[in-house]
């Protein structure tokens, strides 16, 4: 677990910092990778499993099919008309969210993790939090009706 | 110990993201650095879940977090439909180029 | 319903019905359905009249209770009115005046554009100062009277496109006010100690509070008739009656002759109970009523203007008036209230038909040899005339002799007093028939472009009937040795006896006496400015510096503008550039300046880039984040 957290650290800084968007998607697709595998040694399977499917399988697909498409691999350099300060301070900005958050909360218990079992979070899911199952299906289908009709040529109207 | 590296790590990735939104100019990675964030937020839940002390809770934790995999996939899709389209009128290639706001 | 009400009402409703329809309806419909208003009015008046007289004479004073109108404290106002003799008597008056010049001004009248609100507007008058006279309780006489005053300033303003009647509008208004600062203090006075307004409670409890020869009591009675010296435009508060000539001709005869300015004799009168409680007041009133009546009469001497000469006339008479009230008889100045009323309304009436023969010319030394082309306006006028000089059996001179006959008779300046009203009266025969010779008689002085002619029958009969009036209405008070007096019997329960306790042979003197004047009068006109005034031309020239000061009505008004106008004007432009213009405009502006330009400065941040806006957004969120933390830290254990 500790090489997957350290993989995903790495990752991170590869996505915001890397001026190939390729490279970012995969530092993305890493980054995926290694919280499933956290997951999974944290004894939710079902959800490690889910993340790779959706994470990596979907969400960095698509990311990729629309770098190919668009052909916009290379990001200019960031100018500095928006100020020479603007970098920093942003970094600054999250590096105190960061901060702040991590003291806010203070860490996890120690005690070792207890994950649910599957039989228990699917029985929730369908009896308890159905309505939100559902709504999300329908959101989903929402979603597929608005690429759709967004991602159509002017022409084909 | 390894949960609070965990959770560490949580607020790393969120941190990460935050400034890939502000400083990035391409609209793609301003959505990778969302989606950054969103796992982020997802791990501490499932970290969470772990912790908790009834089933119940811990349960729906993990039941919230199937869900919002499903959830940020579908705002990803969505999002780059509408940079498709944005790009397919010329504009969107830099956000720098964005400035319908100003004044 | 009872008449008096009816009364009252229906002219407010011919004004709010003339106002509200007066584009719509043709011009002659407003005229009569304001002419009707006032007619049923008076006719209503003289049911009022009939239904009193079924009453006995002690059993005729009511008060009628129409509906309360509010609570101050333990003050409680209804809307009250009072009908006794006193109130019936000035309904009557009023309400026949005002007809008779309504039919007048239909003709007078014709042409003008803003025809139908003239007579909304006399018809409003003519509820105000019935409202005046019915009037039960202190409040709704201030009522009536601020709405006369309102009329006043409306209707000779009614060419407000002229700037002289414009601003004569806003002399009478504002001179009034003077003399209503002091009325509303009287009022605040009586209604602070004495709990009520009403008539009754007033008179009631008045003596207990401001006791007889108190300061109290001749501070109330002063401010009363610093009330009625704006009203009645006496001495020195008179500035505004001749000013207000530039009205139409009607509204002189109406308001400046007949009603309004009487309304400060009725306040006396009313107000007797009050008055006697400081009779030091009362020697005040007649010496400041004498005082007026001989400087008026001496100003219209050397007047060019005719309404401006039966403007000064009418001050003067005022003041003959006041001068009754002052030594006790009330009914007497009631008696010329009356009398005045029709001959001083039919001579501007006359005037009226002058200047429409002429075309509008006012100068009577402009005039002449109209009394062959105007016979029925000569007639009339001369009538009128004859009242005013007190000719004997005329109206005026039995009551002019009535007020002169109490002077004599008082104690204890009684006979001074009885020679400033014989020189009044003098003075009275003199400018008037001044005023008869030179615009009547002899020969044109002017070319005239066309041939003059007597006014249509609509401005002919309403002269006429003044005319009879001024020539017969005298006889409802014959001197006391005949024994007939209705008039004055029928004021008795209001204003006392108004029997003249005198030596047998004291009134047949003082009646001579009276003659005397009018004779010494109109003789001395008659021998100055008949002929085409060339006698007067040649005295004149050695009175030329009298003849001055005369002319400039003593520079009264210059005195005023001078000591009062200038500085209140010089005062008001330096609070308004330095505290309206420096303080208030300045915050209001600087206010506004302020938030434009922070506005402006505040613009700059938005710059559209949305790496700007999201980073502002994450700068928020990490000043939340640490202030989450110390507050979690540092302030919640």
Redesign the interface.
Known sequence: MLACAAVAAAACLAVVLSRDLLRSALGLLAVMLALAGIYAGAGAMLIAAVQVIVGGGAVVVLFIFAIMVLNSRHEDKPSFHMGKAFIPSAVAASLVIFAAAFAAAGFLDLAPARMPRISAVMGSLFSGYLLILEATGLLLFVSLVVVVILARKDTDR | ?????????A????????????????P??V???I??ML?AA??LI??????AGM??A???G??A???L??????????G??????M??EGKG????Q?????? | MHPVIAALFLPLLGAVLVRAGAVRLVPSGAARLATAAVGLAHLFSWAAFFLMLSYAPGGRIHDLDLFPLMQIGEVGISFLLRWDPLSQIMLMVVTGVAFLIHLYSVSYMEGDDRYPYFFADLNLFVFSMVLLVLAGNFLLLFAGWELVGLCSYLLIGFWGAQPVAASAGLKAFVVNRIGDAGFIIAILMMAGTLGSLDYTGVFAGAPHVFLRGSGSALLLALLLFCGAMGKSAQFPLHVWLPDAMAGPTPVSALIHAATMVTAGVYLACRCQPLFELAPASLYFVAWVGAFTAVFAGTIALAQRDLKRILAYSTVSQLGLMFLAVGVGAHGAAMFHLFTHAFFKSLLFLGAGAVMHALGGELDVWKMGGLARPLKWTFWCFLAGALALAGAPLTAGFFSKDCILFAAFMAQPNGRALWLMGLAASALTGLYSFRAVWLVFGGTPRVKRAHEPHDPPALMRWPMAALAVLSLVAGFLWLPSWTHFGPFGRFLEPVLGLSGHYAPPRAEEAAMAFAVAAFLAGVGAAWGLYRRGAQTVKLVGGRLKPLHRVLFNKYWVDEVYRALVVKPLFRTAGRMESGIDRAGFDEAAEGTAGTALESSTEGRKWQTGHTGHYALAMALGAAGLAVLVYLVQTWVLP
């Open positions: 110990m390894t949960l609070g590296l965990l959770q560490l790590l607020f790393w990735m969120f941190a990460c993201g935050v400034a890939g939104v502000v400083i990035r100019r391409s793609l990675a959505f990778m650095s989606e950054l796992n997802n791990l499932v970290l969470g879940s772990g912790n089933e119940a811990a349960s729906a993990l039941a977090v199937f869900i995999i499903a959830l940020g996939a579908a705002e990803v899709a969505v780059l439909a509408v940079m498709m389209a790009f397919r290639a830099s956000l720098d964005a400035t319908g706001l100003k004044g």
